[in-house]
């Protein structure tokens, strides 16, 4: 008899940074669930606090657990944790997400910009709440563009790179929706304001339709 030896096929290393901003003990509990429904799924589980409450429960919960002092924003928060990050792929989570059913490497796909079907939000293209990069695409795109701060950085960066996407209908997450900016009384603000118009002066400009 003849032993053949089939290769097992390993599955690609995924990082997933989860950028928080626990104002509260609820944002503290909402951010463990997030963790909790992801991490056996992933490589690496980075954590980046954005100058709020520092969480011994969100630290231990992780594998890198980042705080920083001063709040330096949401996109700059994301984007310090996705440079840090050794994943193949890296995926990026809102902290008031939790995934409901599928398999996470079923969004790593090479050459692709992914996202979940998210079940409460009918989102077309590019998920705010979800998507996950390979990093190559990384290279080749780059990161979140930080002059805005708190909005509208994702909706540029799913026109970068559309051509590029994919949605996923196998993996399935619950998103809450706002809550931190909810907590933090952003939503609606000056920096919303501030961040739309930025935004809007890219259309202006050509640079995203």
Same mark, same amino acid.
Request: glycine fraction near 6%; charge should be negative.
């Given at each position: 008899?003849?032993?053949?030896?089939?290769?097992?096929?390993? &599955?690609? !290393?995924? $990082?997933?940074?989860?950028?928080?901003? @626990? /104002?509260?003990?609820?944002?503290?509990?909402?951010?463990?669930?997030? #963790?909790?429904?992801? /991490?056996?799924?992933?490589?690496?589980?980075?954590?980046?606090?954005?100058?709020?409450?520092? $969480?011994? !429960?969100?630290?231990?919960?992780?594998?890198?657990? #980042?705080?920083?002092?001063?709040?330096? =924003?949401? @996109?700059?928060? %994301?984007? &310090? =944790?996705?440079?840090?990050?050794? +994943?193949?792929?890296?995926?990026?989570?809102?902290?008031?997400?939790?995934?409901?059913?599928?398999?996470?490497?079923?969004?790593? *796909?090479?050459?692709?910009?992914? $996202?979940?079907? #998210?079940?409460?939000?009918?989102?077309?293209?590019?998920? +705010?709440?979800?998507?996950?990069?390979?990093?190559?695409? *990384?290279?080749?795109? =780059?990161?979140?563009?930080?002059?805005?701060?708190?909005?509208?950085?994702?909706?540029?960066?799913?026109?970068?790179?559309?051509? %590029?996407?994919?949605?996923?209908?196998?993996? /399935?997450?619950?998103?809450?929706?706002?809550?931190?900016? /909810?907590? +933090?009384?952003?939503? +609606?603000?000056? *920096?919303?304001?501030?961040? &739309?118009?930025?935004?809007?002066?890219?259309?202006?400009? =050509? &640079? %995203?339709?």
């Amino acid at each position: 008899m003849t032993n053949i030896n089939i290769p097992i096929l390993s &599955r690609p !290393k995924i $990082s997933m940074v989860i950028p928080c901003y @626990t /104002k509260t003990k609820e944002l503290e509990e909402q951010a463990l669930m997030a #963790i909790a429904s992801y /991490k056996d799924q992933v490589d690496e589980l980075i954590v980046i606090e954005d100058g709020q409450m520092f $969480s011994s !429960k969100l630290m231990e919960a992780s594998d890198i657990y #980042i705080y920083n002092k001063n709040n330096i =924003g949401f @996109t700059a928060n %994301v984007n &310090r =944790g996705w440079r840090m990050a050794n +994943g193949e792929y890296v995926c990026i989570v809102n902290s008031d997400t939790i995934l409901r059913e599928g398999d996470l490497n079923d969004l790593c *796909t090479p050459g692709k910009v992914t $996202s979940p079907l #998210i079940v409460n939000q009918y989102i077309d293209r590019l998920a +705010g709440p979800f998507w996950c990069a390979p990093r190559e695409v *990384t290279e080749k795109y =780059g990161y979140l563009m930080e002059e805005m701060i708190l909005y509208s950085s994702d909706s540029e960066y799913d026109e970068r790179v559309k051509d %590029v996407f994919q949605k996923v209908q196998s993996v /399935k997450i619950f998103h809450e929706m706002a809550q931190s900016v /909810k907590a +933090g009384g952003v939503e +609606g603000g000056v *920096t919303q304001q501030r961040d &739309r118009e930025i935004y809007a002066k890219l259309i202006q400009e =050509g &640079r %995203v339709s």
